[in-house]
Nanobody
Framework: QVQLVESGGGLVQPGGSLRLSCAASGVIFSLNAMGWYRQAPGKQRELVATITRDGTTNSAPSVKGRFTISRDNAKKTVYLQMNSLKPEDTAVYYC??????????????WGQGTQVTVSS
């Protein structure tokens, strides 16, 4: 099993910044893609940004130029630096990873979610 533990959420004023972190643990052969999704009240979960093991990134148009995803493979950790936050960024943010286990089979895993609230 793989566990993902997120941290860094909270309340921030519009225009402010937050940094989310997500650390993976467990018996992992290798971590493939990692990323962040979010879900606002009454809306479906949506992609925020993903990053491959070699550092190739993909992000939603709504966050391009404001959010930056990165990862530290040695620490099995993915980060999301969020700048110029807007009220519409308010959501529960979920960490995601695709991990290859020692069985050499790959599975998707999700964190428990961390609340980000952007409000004055």
């Amino acid at each position: 099993q793989v566990q993902l533990v997120e941290s860094g959420g909270g309340l921030v004023q519009p225009g402010g910044s937050l940094r989310l972190s997500c650390a993976a643990s467990g018996v992992i052969f290798s971590l493939n893609a990692m990323g962040w999704y979010r879900q606002a009240p009454g809306k479906q979960r949506e992609l925020v940004a993903t990053i491959t093991r070699d550092g190739t990134t993909n992000s939603a148009p709504s966050v391009k130029g404001r959010f930056t995803i990165s990862r530290d493979n040695a620490k099995k950790t993915v980060y999301l630096q969020m700048n110029s936050l807007k009220p519409e960024d308010t959501a529960v943010y979920y960490c995601y990873c695709n991990a290859k286990l020692i069985s050499l089979r790959s599975y998707d895993y999700w964190g428990q979610g961390t609340q980000v609230t952007v409000s004055s």
